[in-house]
């Protein structure tokens, strides 16, 4: 359990958005993915992923960040099938902000969300590293569930201390959902492997140099010579202890920095490709819609719509 708490110290856990909203037309989504982490929580009506995985009112979801999922809001049946780009583009067609039924009886469909990171060290992606599924919550999650109302419900008002309360939720939050796991036995073995690459102080120099220099020269020759190891090693040694190279992981980091500057401010997009390392333009936009499937321009577009 030591293990487990260290990794939890480690975090840094931040809140990025939350809503409460109307499913209005049912609609599938082809490989839905985000780089934060979703989780979201099904009051009425249907929520199904993965083709025949579905929510019961009050069941969660969970969605690692980086994961993608086909994902189907509102009844199956009568979903309209979109790919990711068409549902970011034009989700207001298929969702709208919360409102109370006003009849006595209704068919209406909503659900909450809420997306946040969870980093190991402030580098990382923790959910990411495990490699784990997206999940449902169900049964002892009561408290995940209510921490997810309280956060939708904060970010709806507008009171005193309203930023530090989502803060402290959110950080009770992805605690909760560790424990859940370990309750369940979920994923204990990824927990458990990657718990020890976590500790190694290499490891943790190599993480801290890539995210403090995203825009700079992040070849293997240069994390080989942060790792003190040989440049020819520094690949392996990376993949043995994270699953993934080095370079797949650098992008990584670099296109969700390069989401972050497109959702939080008015940069160009050469300006932030540049920001983020990539010197050719062209090549940016072509790699960040192979990531993601939209342009990035469409991706900034989706900030002004209701989620």
């Known amino acids: 359990m030591d293990d487990y708490n260290k990794i939890i110290e480690s975090l840094a856990i931040r809140f990025t958005k939350s809503r409460k909203l109307d499913i209005i037309q049912p609609v599938h989504i082809d490989n839905y993915y985000d780089v934060e982490n979703t989780i979201v929580l099904l009051h009425e009506g249907h929520i199904s992923y993965e083709r025949d995985k579905k929510l019961t009112p ?21 979903a309209q099938k979109v790919t990711n780009e068409k549902f970011l583009n034009d989700r207001e067609q298929f969702l709208k902000p919360y409102a109370p039924s006003m009849g006595l009886s209704s068919d209406q469909e909503y ?9 190991v060290f402030d580098s990382v992606s923790f959910f990411t590293s495990l490699d784990i599924p997206p999940f449902v919550i169900e049964g002892a999650g009561e408290r995940v569930a209510k921490l997810v109302r309280e956060i ?10 309203k930023s530090r309360l989502i803060s402290l939720y959110t ?21 458990a492997t990657n718990s ?25 020759k240069v994390l080989a010579g942060v790792a003190n190891v040989s440049e020819d090693y520094v690949g392996q040694y990376f993949k043995m202890l994270t699953g993934i190279n080095p370079q797949d992981y650098i992008e990584y980091q670099r296109m969700e920095m390069a989401v972050n500057l497109l959702r939080t401010t008015k940069k160009s997009i050469r300006a932030i490709g540049n920001e983020v390392g990539y ?21 900034r577009r989706r900030e002004s719509l209701i989620i």
């Open 58 to 78: 009050g069941t969660m979801l969970f969605i690692p960040a980086g994961k993608m999922v086909d994902l189907t809001y509102g009844n199956p049946k009568l």
């Open 111 to 119: 659900f909450s969300y809420v997306t946040f990171e969870a980093k």
């Open 152 to 161: 939708v419900s904060e970010t709806a008002e507008d009171k005193a201390g």
């Open 171 to 191: 950080e009770e939050l992805v605690i909760e959902i560790i424990r859940y796991i370990l309750d369940n036995q979920l994923f204990v073995e990824q927990l």
């Open 196 to 220: 020890t690459y976590f500790k190694d102080p290499r490891l943790i120099d190599i993480f801290t140099f890539i995210k403090n220099n995203l825009s700079g020269d992040l070849s293997n």
């Open 279 to 299: 010197k050719d333009t062209a090549y940016f936009c072509r790699r960040f819609k192979m990531m993601f499937g939209i342009p990035a321009g469409k991706m």
